[in-house]
């Protein structure tokens, strides 16, 4: 009786496991079509936002006059000059970076340039975040991914990372922390310092500035 039992359990197994295999592999293939459909409309969406982001770019003028170097000169200018993070406003900021005062729409404080037919130029000063911060930095046009382009048409003049630096030293940043290969930060008693780089293959390597964040030292909100 308990070899009849076994032999009915196997049975009864056996055939439900049967019954159930179609419909599992119909589920199966339904989700693989949901989810293959869902990853094929983000892909669309991901596409037409940057075909958007393209027609945006290519009807944004190009502004002749504005120069990296200049900028890079101006922070520099504003390090020296500006005691404290707390005065430096738009009027102060847009003048010595060689750009207008003011540009974006609000709330941001700041103003931005297309400034050759793959970059622009510009500068934020941003006070909705804990820590204050002043961005100066250069862009490349929309490209998907993270596609290195050459910097060498915004590097312009003599300002570069190796010339850069040494004037920064002279000011009391002399304790660099490096946070990858083309990230470095510092700070002296009035300010914490970020500087974004990029190589230039067609420079010979020359590590070009991408990029330089001011924030106030010690690490407070404005008052």
Not at 98 to 114: D, E, F, K, N, V
Not at 156 to 161: A, I, M, N, S, Y
Request: contains cysteine; aromatic residues 6%; proline residues 10%.
């Amino acid at each position: 009786m308990a070899l009849l039992l076994t032999l009915a359990g196997c049975r009864h197994s056996g055939g439900t496991h049967a019954a159930d295999t179609p419909a599992s592999t119909a589920n199966a293939t339904a989700t693989a079509i949901t989810a293959t459909a869902k990853e094929g409309a983000a892909r669309m969406i991901v596409q037409q936002q940057h075909d958007e982001e393209i027609k945006r770019w290519d009807a944004w003028p190009i502004r002749e006059g504005h120069s990296p170097e200049r900028a890079w000169q101006g922070v520099l200018h504003l390090l020296r000059t500006v005691p404290r993070f707390a005065d430096i406003t738009p009027e102060i900021a847009g003048p010595a970076l060689g750009m207008p005062g003011q540009s974006l729409p609000p709330p941001l404080r700041g103003y931005s340039a297309r400034i050759h037919p793959d970059w622009a130029l510009g500068w934020v000063l941003d006070e909705r975040t804990v820590v204050p911060m002043l961005e100066v930095s250069v862009g490349h046009r929309p490209v998907p991914g993270s596609t290195y382009m050459d910097p060498a048409p915004v590097c312009d003049g003599p300002t570069d990372w190796a010339v850069l630096r040494p004037e920064l030293e002279a000011m009391g940043f002399t304790l660099w922390a490096q946070w990858g290969a083309l990230d470095y930060s510092s700070a002296n008693d009035h300010y914490a310092l970020s500087i974004d780089l990029l190589p230039s293959t067609q420079l010979n390597g020359r590590l070009c500035i991408k990029g330089i964040t001011l924030q106030p030292m010690p690490q407070q909100v404005r008052p």
